[in-house]
């Protein structure tokens, strides 16, 4: 499993619908005009408009490093004024670059880690 995904939940708060999609539009944007290693990020709201999952997808854990380097005020206003009950969802192994930062930020509750066990790719014993 070469590439680094996840996928991150969030709750709009009462209200605040279209000024979280607004940000979201902002962190976006950020994320095409500065990232090099992010291969998807994909930003899908439920029908009432109450729960928010982005799901992502890097070349390597130093792409989601890079990506939260490039968006990180735009994503601390996204939670202070719009979102709540973030969690996240990583699927492949952590660099310790990424744990480092995972613990600077106090996000440890906040992520479940998957390890890859086997796919339909053949090399993946």
């Known amino acids: 499993m070469a590439t680094f ?3 991150a939940h969030m ?5 605040q619908l279209e000024g979280f999609k607004k940000q979201a539009a902002e962190i976006i944007r950020l994320t095409k005009e500065k990232d090099t290693q ?3 990020y994909d930003w899908f709201l ?5 729960e928010c999952e982005v799901r992502e997808l890097y070349a390597s854990p130093q792409g989601l ?5 490039h968006i990180g005020a735009a994503l601390h206003k996204l939670f202070e004024q719009y979102a709540d009950n ?3 969802t990583i699927y492949g192994e952590p660099s310790p670059e990424l744990i480092d930062l995972v613990k600077a930020l106090h996000m ?5 880690w998957f390890s890859f066990v086997k796919g ?3 090399s993946s014993n």
């Open 65 to 69: 490093i890079e990506h939260k380097a």
């Open 120 to 122: 339909l790719d053949s």
């Open 11 to 15: 709750t709009v708060r009462p209200g």
């Open 38 to 40: 992010t291969l998807r």
């Open 46 to 50: 439920t029908k009432d408009g109450t």
């Open 86 to 88: 973030h969690f996240m």
């Open 5 to 7: 995904e996840l996928s």
């Open 108 to 112: 440890e509750k906040q992520i479940k």
